[in-house]
Structure formats: structure tokens, C-alpha cells
């Protein structure tokens, strides 16, 4: 039976479950975003000690890595925390819903992006034509009677 098959509720766990699921060590994921280039600059602290610095293009392309990385973690009883700096939100003890979730994020925001494109691409930019009002007869508009003529 292997560990990810069992569902444990940690929020009141036995004895024996505190000592099957602890933590060895603490894994932090600083994300950070470089606004001259546009990228995102995925820094990776374990222990408190930096390891590890990576550059990805997307948000899809963070979560990707954050849950290789949790992957990997979780086989070696680490605990993964992810600290988005340019944001300013933290998520503790990631999971695969976290990931997941925040890879859903990144695709709709991609989505939304070659959608955004794909409008400007076929949107034919027109130049407005400037065109002289027509002018109106004043006998149309409003027919002078004979009682009103005053030659």
C-alpha cells in the first residue's frame, strides 16, 4: 500500500500519522516577476538556503515546475511552500489542488491572451470618413403656406 493511496485527515491525526507524514525539511518557492524582460523568476530555498533559480515565461509554465517540484518533495518528506512576492500571497503545504488550480488560472489567463491577439489581428482599423451634412431644402422641412408669405 503506498502513501498516496491513503487519505488521512490531518487536522486531528493519530500518533502513528504524524509520524508516517512528517517533515524532514522546508522547500520555498519565491516567485518574482522581472518587469524590464516580462518574465518570471521562480527562486527555490531549501532550508532557508537558495538553490535553485529558474526563468519561465508564463504563469502556466510556474505551476508546471511547482508541482515537478512538489512531486519530487513529497517522495522525500518535504514540505513545499510557494511565496508569490509580486503579489503578495502565500500558499502553505502545496498540494496537487493547489497546483492544479493555479495551472487553470494560467491557462485562462493565456487563453485570454491569444484571444486578445486573435480580435486585434482581424479588427481592420478604418479611418473615419469625414463627410459634409446634407443640407435640407427649408420647403421640405417645413412648407411655407400662402397666407404666410409676406413678399
Same mark, same amino acid.
Request: positive net charge.
Given at each position: 500500500?503506498?502513501?498516496?493511496?491513503?487519505?488521512?485527515?490531518?487536522?486531528?491525526?493519530?500518533?502513528? &500519522?504524524?509520524?508516517?507524514?512528517?517533515?524532514?525539511?522546508?522547500?520555498?518557492?519565491?516567485?518574482?516577476? &522581472?518587469?524590464?524582460?516580462?518574465?518570471?523568476?521562480?527562486?527555490?530555498?531549501?532550508?532557508?538556503?537558495?538553490?535553485?533559480?529558474?526563468?519561465?515565461?508564463? /504563469?502556466?509554465?510556474?505551476?508546471?515546475?511547482?508541482?515537478?517540484?512538489?512531486?519530487?518533495?513529497?517522495?522525500?518528506?518535504?514540505? /513545499?511552500?510557494?511565496?508569490?512576492?509580486?503579489?503578495?500571497?502565500?500558499?502553505?503545504?502545496?498540494?496537487?489542488?493547489?497546483?492544479?488550480?493555479?495551472?487553470?488560472?494560467?491557462?485562462?489567463?493565456?487563453?485570454?491572451?491569444?484571444? &486578445?491577439?486573435?480580435?486585434?489581428?482581424?479588427? /481592420?482599423?478604418?479611418?473615419? /470618413?469625414?463627410?459634409?451634412?446634407?443640407?435640407? &431644402?427649408?420647403?421640405?422641412?417645413?412648407?411655407?403656406?400662402?397666407?404666410?408669405?409676406?413678399?
Amino acid at each position: 500500500m503506498s502513501r498516496e493511496n491513503i487519505i488521512v485527515d490531518m487536522q486531528s491525526p493519530t500518533p502513528f &500519522d504524524e509520524y508516517r507524514y512528517k517533515v524532514e525539511s522546508n522547500v520555498e518557492i519565491f516567485i518574482s516577476r &522581472d518587469i524590464a524582460s516580462r518574465k518570471y523568476i521562480l527562486e527555490m530555498k531549501k532550508n532557508g538556503e537558495s538553490s535553485v533559480s529558474i526563468e519561465s515565461v508564463s /504563469v502556466l509554465q510556474n505551476w508546471t515546475l511547482i508541482e515537478m517540484i512538489r512531486e519530487q518533495a513529497y517522495r522525500d518528506n518535504n514540505q /513545499v511552500d510557494v511565496h508569490n512576492t509580486y503579489k503578495n500571497t502565500s500558499y502553505r503545504r502545496i498540494t496537487l489542488a493547489t497546483t492544479l488550480t493555479g495551472r487553470e488560472k494560467g491557462e485562462a489567463i493565456e487563453r485570454q491572451a491569444t484571444r &486578445d491577439r486573435n480580435i486585434r489581428r482581424r479588427m /481592420v482599423v478604418e479611418t473615419p /470618413v469625414n463627410r459634409k451634412p446634407k443640407k435640407y &431644402d427649408p420647403k421640405i422641412l417645413r412648407p411655407i403656406l400662402r397666407e404666410e408669405k409676406t413678399w
